[in-house]
């Protein structure tokens, strides 16, 4: 990777983060869909989940479980959605692994039936 696409990253050096380990850090979404919304990003510039170390994957998933408990104590959700985007066809827009850690509240959609299946809308309801 050039130091050029590093140094455009808005994730190689994060604002606002509020937990982080060796490998990976929290921060809240800028644009976020839902109160709480939480972004977990890894510390090196790796552009998708499939490019990650098995060591990158445990402290994801640290992050996870960290903002999860800071998220169920100061928002109180009645659920989450969990996401990550694999490449421009599957939405992502910026190219450094980040995982979605986003709260649901019961009433936030009329009908949330299919869940992570409404990123294609008409595959939602089965």
């Known amino acids: 990777m050039k130091e050029t696409d590093k140094e455009s990253c808005p994730f190689c050096c994060p604002d606002n983060v509020f937990l982080e380990n060796d490998l990976a850090l929290a921060r809240y979404d800028k644009f976020p869909v839902s109160p709480g919304h939480v ?3 890894t510390r ?3 552009s998708d989940f499939f490019d ?5 994957r445990v402290a994801l998933q640290e992050m ?7 998220l169920d104590r100061e928002y109180q ?36 039936l299919g869940g992570v299946r409404g990123v294609i809308p008409y595959k939602r309801a089965y």
């Open 77 to 112: 959700p009645d659920g989450y959605n969990i996401g990550i985007n694999c490449g421009v066809a599957a939405g992502q827009s910026v190219m450094h692994l980040h995982i979605h850690l986003i709260p649901r509240y019961t009433g936030d959609v009329e009908n949330p």
């Open 44 to 46: 090196r510039h790796v």
């Open 64 to 70: 996870l479980d960290l903002a999860k408990t800071i």
């Open 52 to 56: 990650t170390t098995p060591e990158e």
């Open 39 to 41: 972004l977990i990003i």
